[in-house]
């Protein structure tokens, strides 16, 4: 059996192949994808964070740690995926502008993928007329805004505030999150939800379109 706390420990130490390496072994054990993400992964990535704040840790670590951690998914994330699913919805997903966190963004992404939406993921620093793009292009029904960084929280209330403005607002349901973010701001800027979890926003995106959990 793979001792799953070397993925935590790859994730921690920055060491892709360590981390893909393990990810590796315990998908060929049977280990399911998300309990590695949860229990192993986002906590590492937790504790980076924790280090960084006290300066143990500086950019280039958490350049190393966040790659780890995609290595890692690149592998999970098709397998986040379930066959032979209505699409429940279309989403247009994004960090916003000035914010270059895609991590948790992508997560919800797969997460969402594998909860039947269709999505489109605009990638991270996207700009209020890329979503409004989106929208008009792809009619996507789901709106999703991440970010990171306490500086980049207000692009969330500008994209929301583009979005009325082009007259888009009414045909879309708006999901906000990233570990800044609070169900009171997300209620202050207008959005219709908040989620702290890749997991919880797939229930959520559910709630917000009228389809019953599973
Ligand atoms: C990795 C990392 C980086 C990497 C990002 C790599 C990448 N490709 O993403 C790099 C090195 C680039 C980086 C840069 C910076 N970072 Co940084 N970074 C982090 C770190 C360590 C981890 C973030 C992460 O990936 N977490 C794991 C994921 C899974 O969690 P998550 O993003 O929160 O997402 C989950 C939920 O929030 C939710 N969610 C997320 N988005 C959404 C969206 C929707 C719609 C929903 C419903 C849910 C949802 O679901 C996700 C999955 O469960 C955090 C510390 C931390 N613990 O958060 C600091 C942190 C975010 N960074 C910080 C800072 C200060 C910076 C820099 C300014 C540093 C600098 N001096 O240059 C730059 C800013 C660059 C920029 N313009 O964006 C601060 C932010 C402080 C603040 N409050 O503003 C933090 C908190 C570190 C700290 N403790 O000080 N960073």
């Known amino acids: 059996m793979a001792d799953l706390s070397r993925l935590y420990d790859a994730v921690l130490n920055g060491d892709q192949k360590a981390s893909v390496a393990v990810t590796q072994e315990a998908l060929a054990e049977g280990v399911e994808p998300l309990e590695l993400i949860s229990k192993y992964m986002v906590p590492a990535m937790d504790e980076v964070g924790r280090r960084f704040e006290c300066e143990d840790y500086f950019v280039p670590e958490l350049l190393l740690s966040a790659r780890a951690m995609k290595g ?46 269709e999505v489109v993921d ?50 879309v349901k708006i999901m906000v999150g990233g570990a800044p973010v609070t169900p009171q701001y997300a209620e202050e800027i207008g959005a219709d939800g908040y989620s702290d979890s890749a997991s919880s926003a797939v229930a959520l995106a559910r709630d917000l379109t009228g389809i019953a959990r599973k």
């Open 72 to 117: 890692s998914l690149q592998l999970l994330r098709p397998l986040l995926a379930i066959q032979g699913v209505q699409p429940a919805g279309r989403v247009a997903i994004g960090t916003v502008k000035g914010d270059l966190h895609d991590i948790g963004k992508n997560l919800v992404a797969s997460m969402l993928e594998g909860g039947g939406f």
């Open 122 to 171: 605009l990638g991270a620093d996207v700009a209020p007329e890329k979503f409004i793009e989106a929208v008009k292009d792809g009619s996507a029904n789901i709106v999703c805004l991440s970010a990171l960084l306490t500086v980049t929280m207000p692009a969330m209330r500008t994209t929301i505030n583009a979005l009325k403005q082009a007259g888009l607002r009414a045909q």
